[in-house]
């Protein structure tokens, strides 16, 4: 009896002690070499396009500002309003995209709301620093643009320049 009831505890006791969790297959703890590979050239292709973008900002007689993520700027007061634009605020824009060479790629007057990725992230980014009335020059690299892609507008890694206004 007093067997039973020993292999009967130690059962037990085994039974309720935790099993170390187990990683689900898709979660990767190494390093994948591809992906590193990739990230590596990624930011090569970036820092390129940076030193062309210098370059231009560098040739231009205008006083740009530069973000965190890489967008140019600089900004027109017209208005003194500080009325800046907020997440899910609509907005009336007008703006012209041009290329780094200074052709018109296309124009457009439309109405969107803040945060709802109507625009590409560089615009957007830009109608956040403006009030109503205010315009911008904006200087947009292709990785917060128009990105690896492009459009049927804008063909891919193109770099930018936008004119915008806030209506």
Known sequence: MKEILFLLLISLAIAC???VPQLPSNKVTAADSSGVALQ???EKLISGENSIVQNFIAKSNIDFQKSNSGLWYKI???EKYQNKP???QN????YFVF???NKLLYNETKNIVIGKKQLINGIEETLLFLSEGDS???VIPWYIGYGMKG??????YTSVVVHLKRL
């Open 17 to 19: 002690t935790r099993q």
């Open 40 to 42: 590596l050239a990624n």
């Open 76 to 78: 027109y007061k017209i």
């Open 86 to 88: 907020k997440q899910g």
């Open 91 to 94: 907005c009336k824009i007008n």
């Open 99 to 101: 290329s780094l060479e």
């Open 136 to 138: 911008a020059i904006a």
């Open 151 to 156: 459009n049927d507008r804008i063909p891919p």
